[in-house]
């Protein structure tokens, strides 16, 4: 360990933040440490404090009420006949119109009833159902637990309980950042998650109701994240079925970023995928993919661009435009 780590590991103490310690010391372990900028190394090492910090506070409100149970969640509930549960009402409850509408929730009963239990498994409920439209109405560069977290003023780790949750109800699933990122200064380092079910995302975003609804054209980067779910679905089956193939996503803080990109092991090649919602595509919109290109020249890489066209159309050097129905011929 170097004296300035050492330096800085004295004054964190000394300021009780263990964030900046824990994040400076993961950073000085890359082998590209010594090129870091000076501005996003504070930058990272703030933003790791920051989260620490809040993760701290929802801990110590929730020591504070003695009320909460992490695994606690509706689907266990014990409806024995001495307890007396109506299962409907229960499930009703577990739905949080009520706390949508602004009603209040009193539970009583005997010491040791489950009291306590009943009232965190229905907070679980709220919580998970708040993660999971915060997944799917965020784009996938801007959704990471820190990013959950704050915008709904939870906890970090509760965050990443129900995401795990959600993943083991196949409802959600993630989409890992491609191992190149990280030899980038300004890389992000998080996965993208995506909606499985486009109905689900549908709803969540609020375009459908009883039955589905046509989404206009006033809303373009809704339609792009439908068809972005709709392309991981279709490239997602390649990698199940060929280990050797790998789904990735890869974005810079600088704003650029590649919806998905599929590598294949063997040749160390890569096919880089944007999305688009235009019926008619020029060069210019293959401005993203050019400049990742540009910045891995040491790998071959092959620009697809999905559009929302009829016909494929090859663009000399820059890549091809391919229909997004030929997806599902």
Request: proline share 4%.
């Amino acid at each position: 360990m170097s004296r300035s780590v050492m330096d800085l590991k004295e004054a964190c103490l000394e300021l009780c933040a263990g964030g900046i310690l824990i994040k400076a010391m993961e950073l000085v372990k890359l082998p590209n440490y010594q090129s870091l900028d000076p501005v996003e190394f504070l930058y990272e090492c703030l933003v790791s404090e920051a989260a620490r910090r809040q993760t701290r506070k929802v801990a110590t409100r929730i020591k504070k009420s003695a009320c909460f149970y992490p695994d606690a969640c509706i689907e266990n509930t014990l409806y024995a006949p001495d307890r007396n549960l109506n299962r409907g009402l229960i499930e009703r409850l577990a739905g949080c119109d009520w706390i949508r509408n602004g009603e209040h929730c009193v539970i009583t009963g005997a010491t040791g009833s489950g009291k306590t239990w009943l009232a965190s498994a229905l907070m679980n409920a709220l919580l998970l159902r708040k993660v999971y439209r915060k997944v799917g109405a965020a784009s996938g560069e801007n959704v990471n637990l820190t990013h959950i977290a704050e915008v709904l003023d939870i906890g970090r780790p509760f965050v990443k309980h129900c995401l795990e949750t959600l993943e083991r109800l196949c409802l959600v699933d993630r989409v890992p950042v491609w191992p190149g990122t990280l030899t980038f200064d300004r890389g992000v380092r998080s996965p993208k998650y995506v909606i499985v079910d486009s109905g689900w995302l549908c709803g969540l975003l609020g375009f459908c109701s009883t039955a589905p609804s046509v989404i206009s054209s006033d809303h373009p980067e809704v339609v792009r994240q439908l068809l972005t779910n709709w392309t991981w679905a279709q490239l997602a089956t390649l990698t199940d079925n060929d280990p050797d193939l790998h789904l990735w996503h890869f974005a810079l803080r600088t704003g650029l970023s590649i919806d998905l990109i599929l590598e294949d092991a063997n040749t160390g090649s890569l096919t880089a995928f944007q999305i688009s919602t235009k019926e008619n595509v020029t060069e210019s919109d293959f401005t993203s993919l050019v400049k990742f290109r540009d910045l891995v020249k040491d790998r071959e890489v092959q620009n697809v661009l999905l559009y929302c066209g009829q016909s494929l159309r090859r663009f000399d050097s820059i890549g091809t435009a391919v229909p997004l129905a030929f997806l599902w011929l």
